[in-house]
């Protein structure tokens, strides 16, 4: 693949003005690999700056990548004395945020509305909008204004919530406007009864939090400064979200002057090599059209896992084009397919195993970015409806950057579509929710209310404006993951239309925040219900009450059905890498802890024995991660293993190759 350097003006290996580097791009791309291989090389290029790798994901990988604890505190890599690591603890920031302002908050509550101290509390501990990811940016900020880094790379989550990410200021403004609202209340007052406003410490408080959005702001569109690296590779669904990704960073106005083309194959005799090298070569003349505008670094696929010092400088010399790629040796010490001492079961015996539950209604895939959750959940729903014809199937995706289009072929969206309706292949239909869509239904259909309750009242008391306009500004306040809910609120009232709910979910770290949500709209929902029972006295509030009542009651059946280990299942998918691994523990561990019932592990992409020295020091490294697997978790789970198809899984023949593929021991 030829590199394009310079189509767009010095990328973030030549510009020594950057000061924020953002990488990211579709799960399982190697975005953290790429991250973490940059900061070693701007920090060997740059002995005298100080550079900080960083970590906004919340399934942070930085210390699996590094082979080291990295938490919420800074870590210094020893091996460079002008590097240091840090994995955002969001929540931690968010904590000591609400330690400090929080008898502001609740100051400005008391004089806005008829919320008292101990109402107004819980609310907004409960309400802040994704404010504990807005709190790691705003840090990031504040570490680049004062000076102690001389330039911040960081490692975001997945595209769908990087994106959101990126629009949380605007979202936070929101939150700032129902605060002033409140202010304004006691300015009117003021106004009223001494004639003139005297500034406190509330003002002060919301001016120095629309500021820091204000920096944040304008530290994401500071395009002499600040430079985003997406990374794909060459395949079909990663290069539709990458385009979709540098398309939503620009009207975001964030630059974008290079792309990382990951996982490029090179020349092979071994023909499983050059199958999937035929397919790749017409991949990437895709992305050159595409991304014409852009500096393309192609990385070669490496037999074996990048984790550690050592890997990662290699991954570095070969991205920034420090040396020419080399057929790079089978690893001493590697293991042979004898280790594992029993074969693991295949994609067709886990389905059938789903087949028998007949009580089974909610089937979740879960698990790291590119691990191929998606394909696997489609090939799935094939699979269960062929062999169950008069079931109806519905596979629906909560991921904000959705994928079932891209891995089904053709386009879905925020619609049922029929994928096969047949009497012998069975009924299966596909959604994309959209459940932004959904929650801004909601939202309007709340402000209409709340609009008719106060209009006659608002016209014969001036004052009581202010407190609906804040009643109305309430809504815009949910707790983060309610749209979420209103996706799976909506797959609840179609139950009795389906017979069974196929789920794919986004990258870990926000799966595991999808379903912990429940849980937390409960309350937020509750404490809103006292909250507007405090006008009740004042305004009749029957149709507001009753929607919130209604959303109560179907939050609660969300949460009853995820913990029915009758009716849910939660499918773990992994590949054989050692990060992957790692990951899959953490997720594991969350789905226990949630009371979610889970009893499938998905071992994906494996490679077929071939007499290939490169696929075969993939497959014995591959071997050692599955042994790993199966002695870690065989005992509790059932272990499958799905092998690596040599193309990339797009279309329903593509996927009924995998209901019909085993495993090759």
Known sequence: MKKNRNVAGPGFLDNPALRLILFGGKGGCGKTTSAAAASICLARQSPGKKVLLASTDPAHSLGDSFERKVGGELLQVGELENLWLLEMDARKLFEDFKGKNAETIKKLAERGTYFEKDDIESFFILSLPGLDEVMAVMELARILKRGDFDLIILDTAPTGHTLRMLALPAQMRKWVEVFDLMQEKHRFFQKRFRGRCVRDEADEFLKALSDDLSMVESLFRDNGTVEFVPVTIPEPAAIE?????????SSFGILVRSVIVNRVIGNSECPYCSSRKREVDGRLQEIEGIFSGCNLLPVPQF?????????????????????????LPEKEG????????????TFQDAVSDFLKKKELEFLFFGGKGGVGKTTLAAAAALRIARGTPGRKVLILSTDPAHSLSDCFGYKIGNDITAVIESSAAGHVYALEMDALQMLDEFRNGYRSDIDEIFNSFAARVGEIAFDREVIRGLVDLFPP???EIMAIKRMLELRGAF??????????????RLLETPEIALDWLKTILRLLLKYKDVV???????????????????QAALTDCLKTEFVAVTIPESLGLLETGRLLSGI???????????????????????????????????????????KGYEVAAVPQLPHPVKGLGALEAICDETWEK
């Open 303 to 327: 037999p074996h896992a990048i984790q550690g010092m050592e890997s990662l400088g290699e991954f570095a010399e070969l991205l920034f084009g420090h040396e020419k790629f080399r057929d």
């Open 334 to 345: 590697g293991q042979s397919d004898s280790i594992i001492n029993f074969a693991p079961s």
């Open 241 to 249: 979200e990458t385009h979709r990704l540098l398309v939503s960073l």
């Open 499 to 512: 017979d069974l709910f196929i789920i794919d979910t986004a990258p870990t770290g926000h799966a595991l």
């Open 481 to 483: 993951g309610l749209d």
């Open 592 to 634: 226990g802890k949630l009371g979610i019932n889970s009893g499938h592990i998905f071992v994906n992409m494996m490679f077929p024995p071939t007499s290939c020295s490169f696929c075969t020091a993939i497959r014995e490294e591959q071997m050692s991660c599955l042994r790993r697997v199966i002695v870690q978790w065989g």
């Open 540 to 558: 009749r509030l029957g149709g507001v009450a009753e929607k919130m009542m209604n959303l109560l009651r179907d939050v609660k059946s969300v």
